[in-house]
C-alpha cells in the first residue's frame, strides 16, 4: 500500500511540472508585462489674466494575474490625483481605484471603478464633492507585419464620475474627461497629435486641448503643446504640457540592468 501512494505521489509530481512547463510556455509571451501602471504629468494653460497650472498622478497596483497564450489579465487597486490653481482660487481631487488590465495581442485596455472626494477653494465659494463613477483607457496596435512604421498606435481613454455635493455651494453634479492620442510614426523619436476634453455638468465649463507632441522609443517622457479652447467662455490660449511614464522607466532600467548583466556573463 505504501508503494501505492509513494508511485501516485510521484505520478503527481510528474504530472504537475509538466502542466506547469505547459503554463509558462504560454505565458511566456506575457514576460515583460508590467504588475504596476504609473505616471505623473503637468500642464500649463498661458491666460493673459494668469496661468492655469495643473498636476495629475496615477499608481496602480496589479497583485493578482491569470492568462494563457491569448491573453494575459490583471486586478489590481490604485490611486489617482489632481491638482489645480488658477487665479482665482485652487482644487484638488483623490480617486481610489479597482481595474482590471488586460493584455491582447491587438494591444490592451484597463477598466476602473472610481470613488474619492474633490475640494474646491475660489473666494468665499468652497465646493465639496463624494465622487463615483467608471474609467477605461484603450491601446490599439497598428504596426505592420511588412515593417511599416506609419500610425503605429491608438490610445484613447475617458472618465465619468457623479458628483453628491456635501454643502450648498457644490454646484457640479458630473465630470466628464475623454481624450487620444494618435502616435504618428515608429521610431527612437515617436510623434503623436492629442486631445483631451473636460466637461462639467450641468453647463459648468467645457474645455478642449489639441496637441502635437512626441515620445521616445520606450514611451517614458511626453512633451505636447497647442491650442486650449474654453468652448463655454469663447477663448483660445495655448498650453505646454509633460508627463512622465514612471513604470515604462522602471521597466527600462530594469531591461538595461539585464542586458549589462547578460555581457558580463563568462
Same mark, same amino acid.
Given at each position: 500500500m505504501r508503494k501505492t501512494w509513494v508511485v501516485v505521489? =510521484?505520478?503527481i509530481s =510528474? =504530472? /504537475?511540472s509538466a502542466f506547469a512547463d505547459e503554463i509558462d510556455k504560454k505565458m511566456s509571451k506575457w514576460a515583460g508585462v508590467s504588475r504596476v501602471? /504609473?505616471?505623473i504629468g503637468a500642464k500649463v494653460v498661458f491666460d493673459p489674466d494668469g496661468n492655469k497650472n495643473s498636476a495629475h498622478g496615477n499608481l496602480i497596483l496589479y497583485p493578482w494575474a491569470w492568462g494563457d497564450e491569448e491573453s494575459f489579465n490583471l486586478l489590481g487597486v490604485g490611486y489617482k490625483g489632481n491638482y489645480w490653481e488658477s487665479p482665482s482660487g485652487h482644487g484638488q481631487r483623490h480617486l481610489g481605484q479597482f481595474a482590471l488590465r488586460g493584455y491582447r495581442d491587438w494591444g490592451n485596455y484597463r477598466l476602473a471603478l472610481l470613488g474619492g472626494v474633490q475640494n474646491e477653494d475660489y473666494g468665499e465659494s468652497h465646493p465639496r464633492y463624494n465622487l463615483y463613477g467608471i474609467g477605461g483607457y484603450l491601446s490599439l496596435n497598428h504596426k505592420d507585419l511588412d515593417g511599416e512604421k506609419a500610425f503605429p498606435k491608438t490610445e484613447l481613454w475617458a472618465q465619468a464620475l457623479k458628483a453628491d455635493g456635501r454643502n450648498s455651494q457644490s454646484t457640479t453634479d458630473g465630470i466628464i474627461d475623454v481624450g487620444g492620442r494618435q502616435y504618428l510614426y515608429e521610431g527612437d523619436f515617436k510623434p503623436f497629435l492629442g486631445a483631451d476634453l473636460s466637461l462639467g455638468t450641468p453647463d459648468k465649463y467645457a474645455s478642449l486641448g489639441i496637441g502635437l507632441g512626441a515620445t521616445d522609443r520606450n514611451e517614458i517622457l511626453f512633451l505636447s503643446v497647442g491650442p486650449q479652447l474654453d468652448l463655454k467662455k469663447e477663448g483660445v490660449f495655448s498650453f505646454a504640457n509633460a508627463g512622465l511614464d514612471t513604470s515604462n522607466l522602471i521597466s527600462w532600467i530594469i531591461r538595461e540592468d539585464a +542586458? +549589462?548583466? =547578460?555581457k558580463k556573463a563568462p
Amino acid at each position: 500500500m505504501r508503494k501505492t501512494w509513494v508511485v501516485v505521489a =510521484v505520478m503527481i509530481s =510528474v =504530472v /504537475s511540472s509538466a502542466f506547469a512547463d505547459e503554463i509558462d510556455k504560454k505565458m511566456s509571451k506575457w514576460a515583460g508585462v508590467s504588475r504596476v501602471d /504609473s505616471f505623473i504629468g503637468a500642464k500649463v494653460v498661458f491666460d493673459p489674466d494668469g496661468n492655469k497650472n495643473s498636476a495629475h498622478g496615477n499608481l496602480i497596483l496589479y497583485p493578482w494575474a491569470w492568462g494563457d497564450e491569448e491573453s494575459f489579465n490583471l486586478l489590481g487597486v490604485g490611486y489617482k490625483g489632481n491638482y489645480w490653481e488658477s487665479p482665482s482660487g485652487h482644487g484638488q481631487r483623490h480617486l481610489g481605484q479597482f481595474a482590471l488590465r488586460g493584455y491582447r495581442d491587438w494591444g490592451n485596455y484597463r477598466l476602473a471603478l472610481l470613488g474619492g472626494v474633490q475640494n474646491e477653494d475660489y473666494g468665499e465659494s468652497h465646493p465639496r464633492y463624494n465622487l463615483y463613477g467608471i474609467g477605461g483607457y484603450l491601446s490599439l496596435n497598428h504596426k505592420d507585419l511588412d515593417g511599416e512604421k506609419a500610425f503605429p498606435k491608438t490610445e484613447l481613454w475617458a472618465q465619468a464620475l457623479k458628483a453628491d455635493g456635501r454643502n450648498s455651494q457644490s454646484t457640479t453634479d458630473g465630470i466628464i474627461d475623454v481624450g487620444g492620442r494618435q502616435y504618428l510614426y515608429e521610431g527612437d523619436f515617436k510623434p503623436f497629435l492629442g486631445a483631451d476634453l473636460s466637461l462639467g455638468t450641468p453647463d459648468k465649463y467645457a474645455s478642449l486641448g489639441i496637441g502635437l507632441g512626441a515620445t521616445d522609443r520606450n514611451e517614458i517622457l511626453f512633451l505636447s503643446v497647442g491650442p486650449q479652447l474654453d468652448l463655454k467662455k469663447e477663448g483660445v490660449f495655448s498650453f505646454a504640457n509633460a508627463g512622465l511614464d514612471t513604470s515604462n522607466l522602471i521597466s527600462w532600467i530594469i531591461r538595461e540592468d539585464a +542586458k +549589462k548583466q =547578460v555581457k558580463k556573463a563568462p
